[in-house]
């Protein structure tokens, strides 16, 4: 069974763009968060989708945002860079909200100059 | 504001030594607190998991000790081994909600 695959594994952005990362829950898996991971600030939960609507959001600005099809399958957008969105930015799948373990992908490590 | 706080920074510990880990909370809602273990270049796997109601939970190696009333656990790994050498984090999230809070993690070194 596949494990969540998360793309691109590396990217590098200049201040004020904007990115798109992408995540496939393992499958059968419906619920999908998106964690980021700093030096600095550890990990934070960002958000967390199921059934295409968003369940929770964390405490990031507006500029972070993400959006889940109707395959389970999510996308988080990052919009006007700043240096400090530099993190590795970590999926999470599973079963249902609340319910069993999450198993995280390798992550999107972004790099802002 | 922290609300999971983890320690030790970064443990060193012998081959077949225990290695332990504390963690302590302040929200009394939190009512899963899992740990996860990260090695480098990949993300977070879940180790072990406790629940509130009962105080301890052992799995192969892995132990978290849970004691409510001082908002506290810890992770307790026996006869650690030079592959146990990671990155450990502890969580904590209330009700069905998978918004975990992690601590600030623990990076293990286990000498050969």
């Known amino acids: 069974k596949a494990g969540v695959t998360q793309t691109p594994r590396y990217l590098i952005k200049t201040r004020g763009q904007q990115v798109t990362l992408s995540c496939s829950p393992i499958?059968?898996?419906?619920?999908v968060s998106w964690y980021q991971q700093t030096p600095g600030q550890g990990l934070q939960f960002l958000f967390e989708?199921?059934?295409?609507?968003?369940?929770n959001k964390g405490n990031f600005p507006g500029r972070f945002s993400g959006r889940q099809f109707s395959n389970s399958r999510s996308e988080m957008n990052v919009s006007t860079l700043e240096l400090g969105d530099s993190a590795l930015y970590l999926c999470?799948?599973?079963?249902?909200?609340?319910?069993?373990?999450?198993?995280f992908g390798e992550g999107s490590r972004l790099t802002v100059l | 504001q922290q609300q999971v706080k983890q320690s030790p920074q970064s443990l060193i510990v012998q081959k077949g030594g225990i290695s332990i880990i504390n963690c302590a909370y302040e929200?009394?809602?939190?009512?899963?607190f899992p740990w996860y273990q990260q090695f480098p270049g990949k993300g977070p796997a879940l180790l072990i998991a406790?629940?509130?109601?009962?105080s301890e939970k052992k799995e192969g190696r892995f132990t978290i000790s849970f004691n409510k009333s001082a908002k506290q656990f810890s992770l307790h790994i026996m006869d650690s081994q030079p592959g146990d050498s990671a990155t450990y984090f502890c969580?904590?999230?209330?009700?069905?909600?998978?918004?975990?809070?992690f601590g600030s993690g623990t990076q293990l070194t286990v000498l050969p």
């Open positions: 999470a799948s599973s079963l249902d909200p609340g319910a069993g373990e999450l198993f």
């Open positions: 989708y199921f059934s295409e609507t968003q369940r």
């Open positions: 406790i629940r509130p109601d009962v």
């Open positions: 969580a904590a999230s209330k009700g069905s909600a998978r918004q975990l809070t």
């Open positions: 929200n009394t809602a939190f009512d899963y």
């Open positions: 499958s059968g898996h419906r619920s």
